[in-house]
């Protein structure tokens, strides 16, 4: 044999070419007749996914209809994709909001820090994974189009039940 | 003693000849009958692969098209081969090229000619064998016929013009080779105890013996089996087209519907084969447990029913080439020569000099014990023993403990005995892994 080929030892006594050949048969068979299939067809069927679901982001309203967000500029700080884009402003109150407030779902690696380090529980992380797009462009979320999500949010970690059951 | 009296008088009425227009228009019906059926069961076996192969792999399979078992599956795939852009490549050989494809396809149907597919039917404007030629050498022609398939294969990977190509193309004449000779030489018992290369008769035989020749001649038809997977290039003997090695052999430059030629004409020999192993081994169209059918003609109503014996038959050898393929992992190509040239052909040539042997013994005798005359049934029990007898050497003596040697050798006996220290040490380490 050539260099470096592995050659697996076969164990002779037992090799038995009709016998296994009848044996995989049987095994095939019992699977063909099994009405237990994996298929899950998946535009009409899907898989139901994990509470703690990192996708799709949504930012949360408050009662009167405007984003949580204190434009504090702790997410994209944290962000380590360095895929949210914040402007902030402040109104005559004194109230600080974010006057532009963009998420590069592209760019996004769903690592849920923004929800994490978010004070105000305004930005999220959600249960959803389809958002798909014609264009680059499509994919850059603004906050008109955050608060307009409706998808459930994500759960934190619990220390309390690490696997989230 | 089972008195033979009452059924030996078979195949003595000579057929009263049809006049020529019923003759003709029997024929004709005939042929688009079997045309038509044949092809739509073709088109059907595609769909029947791939939801055998999704039940087995635990996937549901087309199910989108015609229903939950995607009746009409076939139907869009046609429509698409057709309108598919049909591409040739700069590169090849036109003329043979466009010939290919037909050249693989029609020997495929050529064969369905001569197979019987039911009971000679008495009608009024006389007998109408359920054949669309009643060749008297029906036997040798499908021979002959199915092995001129490979031409289309050979001269696809030739006219390609492309090195996957024509690996496949030369795989499949070696295989082809390789196999014919074990194929041809393992259906000679068949025609020792027939006596007779036309398939009508074989069919009668088995009906007289009350038996099948796969009870009489089990081997012969293992052998049988095992080539006639060469034959039509299915797994585990699909090297022609192995998809993993030579991206599709030698249909790697074809598409649309001279593409779909090529798998038309594999399933149609993959029918041509079970029909001729129903045919051969299990009996033909014959009504098991009833013999009113075996008196030459019949009527209408035993002829549709044979009809339907005949196709339930078909269709368990066409389940079994399906179930196989998605079983057995494909033959390493030095395996699969040994097995032909070391196993298959000795074994066949073996079997023909035992079996020929036990006939000469049995007519011997047979000619001074009217009891043990070849159309008695005990001349059928005696052959049952011998083949009993063979088959459990084969099956539990020789298939125990081999293994077909790769192309570097036969193991040594030094090797023998490491690989059994080996056993020995595995069973010793878990008892329980013995399966």
């Known amino acids: 044999m050539a260099i470096n080929v592995k050659v697996l030892a076969r164990p002779v006594e037992e090799v038995s070419y009709v016998r296994a050949t009848l044996k995989g048969m049987a095994r095939t068979f019992k699977h063909l007749i099994d009405p237990h299939k994996e298929t899950i067809q998946y535009p009409d069927q899907k898989k139901p996914i994990s509470r703690r679901w990192r996708g799709t982001h949504r930012m949360l309203t408050t009662e009167t209809g405007k984003a949580k967000c204190v434009a504090c500029g702790l997410c994209p700080t944290v962000c380590p994709s360095n895929c949210i884009k914040l402007v902030p402003g402040e109104d005559e109150q004194g109230n600080r909001y974010p006057l532009v407030f963009e998420i590069d779902e592209f760019r996004c690696i769903f690592c849920g820090y923004c929800q994490e380090v978010c004070p105000e529980e305004a930005i999220h992380v959600g249960q959803h994974y389809e958002n798909s797009e014609y264009s680059r462009e499509g994919f850059v979320y603004d906050l008109e189009r955050l608060t307009a999500q409706t998808h459930p949010v994500s759960e934190m970690w619990d220390p309390a039940d690490p696997k989230g059951e | ?435």
């Open chain 2, 1 to 435: 003693m089972i008195a033979s009296s009452a059924f030996a008088a078979v195949h003595v009425i000579p057929d009263p000849p049809l006049a020529w227009w019923p003759f003709i228009i029997s024929t004709v019906v005939k042929m688009i009958v079997v045309f038509t059926v044949y092809m739509v069961g073709v088109a059907m076996l595609t769909l029947a692969e791939r939801k055998i192969s999704a039940w087995i792999q635990g996937r549901l399979g087309p199910n989108r098209v015609g229903g939950k078992l995607g009746l009409l599956q076939p139907a869009a795939d046609g429509v698409k081969n057709i309108m598919k852009e049909e591409t040739l490549p700069g590169h090849v050989n036109k003329p043979i090229f466009t010939l290919a494809p037909m050249l693989a396809f029609i020997p495929a149907l050529m064969a369905a000619a001569v197979i019987p597919f039911g009971a000679t039917w008495d009608s009024r404007w006389g007998r109408i064998p359920m054949v669309i030629a009643d060749l008297p050498v029906g036997f040798l022609f499908i021979l002959a016929i199915t092995s001129l398939g490979v031409y289309g294969i050979v001269l696809a990977g030739w006219a390609s013009n492309n090195k996957y190509a024509l690996l496949g193309g030369l795989r499949s004449s070696a295989q082809m080779i390789s196999y014919e000779i074990a194929m041809g030489m393992s259906l000679i018992p068949v025609l020792l105890l027939a006596g007779n290369v036309t398939l009508n008769e074989i069919v009668d035989q088995q009906a007289n013996m009350y038996t099948w020749n796969v009870l009489t001649l089990t081997i012969s038809f293992f052998i049988f089996m095992v080539a006639a997977f060469a034959e039509t290039n299915r797994l585990p003997f699909d090297l022609p087209e192995a998809e993993s090695e030579l991206i599709a052999g030698y249909h790697t430059e074809y598409s649309a519907m001279k593409f779909s030629m090529f798998p038309i004409s594999e399933y149609a020999n993959m029918a041509t084969s079970s029909a001729l192993m129903a045919t051969l081994f299990f009996g033909g169209w014959n009504i098991p447990f009833m013999t009113q059918d075996n008196s030459g003609g019949v009527g209408l109503l035993l002829v549709l029913l044979s009809i339907l014996i005949f196709a339930v038959k078909t269709g368990f050898f066409i389940f079994v080439f399906i179930w196989i393929r998605w079983t057995l992992p494909r033959f390493r190509y030095d395996q699969l020569m040994s097995l032909g040239w070391k196993t298959m052909l000795p074994m066949a040539l073996a079997y023909i000099v035992i079996i020929a042997a036990t006939i000469l013994a049995l007519d011997y005798f047979g000619s001074t014990q009217p009891w043990l005359q070849r159309t008695s049934a005990w001349y059928g029990v005696v052959m049952l023993g011998v083949n009993m007898v063979l088959a459990f050497i084969v099956f539990f003596i020789l298939d125990r403990g081999r293994i077909i040697s790769p192309a570097y050798g036969r193991a040594t006996p030094q090797q023998i005995a490491r690989l059994r220290a080996v056993t020995a040490a595995r069973s010793h380490l878990s008892p329980q892994s013995g399966d």
